[in-house]
């Protein structure tokens, strides 16, 4: 098992910046790679990044390409969403999700989930 806790959610205003964490633990070793996913009231999950665990290469959505940086620290155990630029449709509920297999765009892929923390970007 792997268990997932996010942190650094928060209120900001539009255009402000927030840096989300990711921290794993458990079987760590099992973990290819990692990803964000959001969900905003009313709406269906919607992938948001990925990483993958040992070469760190990423995916984005293309609503935060340019605006968005995941990232990992292995020796920690951690991953983390930079998020700049922020625009009230990024409201919403973040959740870190761990992947043994290919770290997709899909959230049915990814095998362990976090409890999720609350975005609120303001206009």
């Known amino acids: 098992q792997v268990q997932l806790v996010e942190s650094g959610g928060g209120l900001v205003q539009a255009g402000g910046s927030l840096r989300l964490s990711c921290a794993a633990s458990?079987?760590?070793?099992?973990?290819?790679?990692m990803g964000w996913f959001r969900q905003a009231p009313g709406k269906e999950l919607e992938f948001v990044s990925a990483?993958?665990?040992?070469?760190?290469?990423?995916l984005y959505a293309d609503s935060v390409k340019g605006r968005f940086t995941i990232s990992r620290d292995n020796a920690k155990n951690t991953m983390y969403l930079q998020m700049n630029s922020l625009k009230p449709e990024d409201t919403g509920v973040y959740y870190c999700?761990?992947?043994?297999?290919?770290?997709?765009?899909?959230?049915?892929?990814?095998?362990?989930w976090g409890q999720g923390t609350q975005v609120t970007v303001s206009s």
């Open positions: 999700a761990a992947d043994r297999n290919s770290g997709s765009r899909s959230y049915k892929e990814y095998d362990y």
């Open positions: 458990g079987r760590t070793f099992s973990i290819y790679a």
């Open positions: 990483i993958t665990w040992s070469a760190g290469n990423t």
